[in-house]
T-cell receptor, first 115, second 113 residues
């Protein structure tokens, strides 16, 4: 089954404790992206990757890191989480944004709480 | 710069009534436009999209949207609401050849019996 998976689905942590949220897709998509969803703000893009070893900042990259060492994986790293990073996080992938097939496929989400 | 505005954070309709969710965008170049739906505790899934060609786009579950360049709008409609349509709906825009997608703040649709 074609899908985007994220782990963990739920995470409660404390300020300053490094964490990684994993994202994996099995559709051989070139493009992957991370979003955070907050009430009243919709989805805001954190980082995106056009291919292996190619990443760029979205609209809200502060406090986050990403890497793309393999095509299928795009982990999101919070080196020193803070309470304002409490949010619902979504990973998404797409065949590529230079074609007309711009549909993004979303993972199930990771609800992160930073105390 | 691109932006997306969804009018109304909450919309309530009766079952069987017309659904109209409004979306306006700003873009300096022809955009790609999308509507995504998010059911409770799930990720987003594509409802429909406009890239080029016919301006009236039909999607899943009986939804459709019309791209009106002169009004910079991409409103979502469904002739008759069903209880299962209750969800949050997001309008989004990306640029041809670009790598970023901008989402609206979302509209939560309530359907009353």
């Amino acid at each position: 089954e074609a899908q985007v998976t994220q782990n963990p689905r739920y995470l409660i942590t404390v300020t300053g404790k490094k964490l990684t949220v994993t994202c994996s897709q099995n559709m051989n998509h070139e493009y992957m992206s991370w979003y955070r969803q907050d009430p009243g703000l919709g989805l805001r893009q954190i980082y995106y990757s056009m291919n292996v070893e190619v990443t760029d900042k979205g609209d809200v990259p502060e406090g986050y890191k990403v890497s793309r060492k393999e095509k299928r994986n795009f982990p999101l790293i919070l080196e020193s989480p803070s309470p304002n990073q409490t949010s619902l996080y979504f990973c998404a992938s797409s065949l590529g944004l230079l074609s007309s097939y711009n549909e993004q496929f979303f993972g199930p989400g990771t609800r992160l709480t930073v105390l | 710069a691109q932006s997306v505005t969804q009018l109304g954070s909450h919309v309530s309709v009766s079952e069987g009534a017309l659904v109209l969710l409004r979306c306006n965008y700003s873009s300096s170049v022809p955009p790609y436009l999308f509507w995504y739906v998010q059911y409770p505790n799930q990720g987003l899934q594509l409802l429909l999209k406009y890239t080029t060609g016919a301006t009236l786009v039909k999607g899943i579950n009986g939804f459709e949207a019309e791209f009106k360049k002169s009004e910079t709008s991409f409103h979502l409609t469904k002739p008759s609401a069903h209880m299962s349509d209750a969800a949050e709906y997001f309008c989004a825009v990306s640029l041809t050849g670009g790598f970023k997608t901008i989402f609206g703040a979302g509209t939560r649709l309530f359907v009353k019996a």
